[in-house]
């Protein structure tokens, strides 16, 4: 049965407070920024072919914290290089943080940000209307392909831009990960497919091989603490909430005997280890990394 609840996506000022939330009880961006440093710098010594200038895009960049220090480290693998950085994010005010960030930091002369204020497919139309020949060096879509229609031929289009040595790096919650267990048993009553897709790296890696696309990737360990969803009522726990089932006002809307039995699957060893009073989700994420069609 398709669900009834609305997305989470449709009210973007709740999908902040959710996601903002989200990264404070959660080791998301610190498991994100030690694989930036600790494994990206080797991921990106081949791309560019020695160019002195090079093309990145970020698709689904959010408020840019993690995009700019991809591109830090491009710069310290590639000294010297200038960057054209495209930026393709729908929403106005996570846009606006990510403009506003980049004014703020000292020392990011050598990058060119184009604003795209819209979605991967809003780009890939405007980027066949205005026949663009462009090719890319790195393209990163971090934690994004949930939300369009089709992930593989979204992968495939990006992949298709970029340049010789180029990269496409996807991040998204791993196979492994309580996410998984979660989606697995209730995506049909939580998911708006519409918008919002439950996918996995595990689905990724599946789909690639299925085509017979050869792809590297990484497991990144990370944990989620989901305390708060336990005690009823608690405003904290209700934005978690929303955020794990991607429901709006989940608590409020869902049926009790659905609410029920996610609670039930969040705190069950599949997907959480309790210690010390604390409900620790399993957040890990998956990376993928693919060439360039050659
Ligand atoms: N990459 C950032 C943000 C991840 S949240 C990080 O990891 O911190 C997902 C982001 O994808 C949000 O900023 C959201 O606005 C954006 N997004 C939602 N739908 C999208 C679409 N169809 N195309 C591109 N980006 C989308």
């Given at each position: 049965?398709?669900?009834?609840l609305?997305?989470?996506v449709n009210?973007?000022?709740?999908?902040?407070k959710c996601?903002?939330l989200?990264?404070?009880r959660s080791?998301?961006?610190?498991?994100m920024?030690?694989f930036i440093?600790?494994m990206?710098?080797?991921?990106?010594?081949?791309i560019g072919?020695?160019?002195?200038h090079?093309?990145?895009i970020g698709v689904?960049?959010?408020?840019g914290e993690?995009d700019?220090e991809m591109?830090?480290e491009?710069?310290?693998?590639?000294?010297?290089?200038?960057?054209?950085?495209?930026v393709?994010?729908?929403?106005?005010?996570q846009?606006?943080n990510?403009?506003v960030?980049v004014s703020q930091?000292?020392?990011?002369?050598y990058i060119k940000c184009?604003?795209?204020?819209?979605?991967?497919?809003?780009?890939?139309?405007?980027?066949k209307?205005?026949k663009?020949t462009?090719?890319?060096?790195f393209?990163?879509?971090?934690?994004?392909?949930?939300?369009v229609?089709?992930?593989?031929?979204?992968?495939?289009?990006?992949?298709?831009l970029?340049?010789?040595n180029g990269?496409l790096?996807?991040?998204l919650?791993?196979?492994e990960s309580?996410?998984?267990?979660l989606?697995?048993t209730?995506?049909n009553?939580?998911?708006?497919?519409?918008i919002?897709?439950?996918v996995t790296?595990g689905?990724?890696k599946?789909?690639l091989?299925?085509?017979g696309?050869?792809?590297q990737s990484?497991?990144?360990p990370?944990q989620?603490?989901i305390t708060e969803?336990f005690?009823?009522?608690d405003e904290?726990?209700?934005?978690?909430l929303?955020?794990?089932?991607?429901?709006l006002?989940?608590?409020?809307?869902?049926?009790?005997?659905?609410?029920?039995?996610?609670?039930?699957?969040l705190r069950?060893p599949d997907?959480s280890?309790?210690?010390n009073?604390k409900?620790?989700?399993?957040?890990n994420?998956?990376v993928?990394v693919?060439?360039q069609l050659t």
């Amino acid at each position: 049965m398709a669900s009834s609840l609305m997305s989470l996506v449709n009210d973007d000022s709740r999908y902040q407070k959710c996601f903002q939330l989200f990264l404070e009880r959660s080791s998301e961006h610190q498991c994100m920024r030690d694989f930036i440093h600790n494994m990206l710098p080797d991921i990106l010594a081949s791309i560019g072919n020695g160019k002195s200038h090079l093309n990145v895009i970020g698709v689904g960049s959010g408020a840019g914290e993690i995009d700019l220090e991809m591109l830090s480290e491009l710069r310290l693998k590639h000294p010297g290089v200038t960057v054209d950085n495209e930026v393709v994010e729908p929403s106005s005010t996570q846009l606006n943080n990510y403009r506003v960030l980049v004014s703020q930091k000292p020392g990011l002369d050598y990058i060119k940000c184009t604003w795209n204020q819209m979605t991967a497919i809003e780009f890939e139309e405007h980027w066949k209307v205005k026949k663009m020949t462009k090719k890319a060096d790195f393209i990163h879509m971090i934690q994004m392909l949930y939300y369009v229609k089709d992930p593989g031929a979204t992968m495939s289009f990006f992949r298709s831009l970029l340049d010789k040595n180029g990269k496409l790096l996807l991040m998204l919650v791993s196979g492994e990960s309580g996410w998984e267990k979660l989606w697995r048993t209730y995506r049909n009553q939580l998911c708006n497919t519409e918008i919002s897709q439950c996918v996995t790296t595990g689905d990724i890696k599946s789909l690639l091989d299925s085509k017979g696309v050869s792809y590297q990737s990484y497991e990144l360990p990370s944990q989620m603490d989901i305390t708060e969803c336990f005690t009823e009522g608690d405003e904290k726990g209700e934005l978690l909430l929303d955020f794990l089932t991607e429901v709006l006002d989940f608590s409020k809307t869902a049926s009790s005997e659905l609410k029920a039995g996610v609670l039930e699957l969040l705190r069950h060893p599949d997907c959480s280890v309790e210690s010390n009073g604390k409900v620790i989700f399993n957040n890990n994420l998956g990376v993928i990394v693919i060439d360039q069609l050659t």
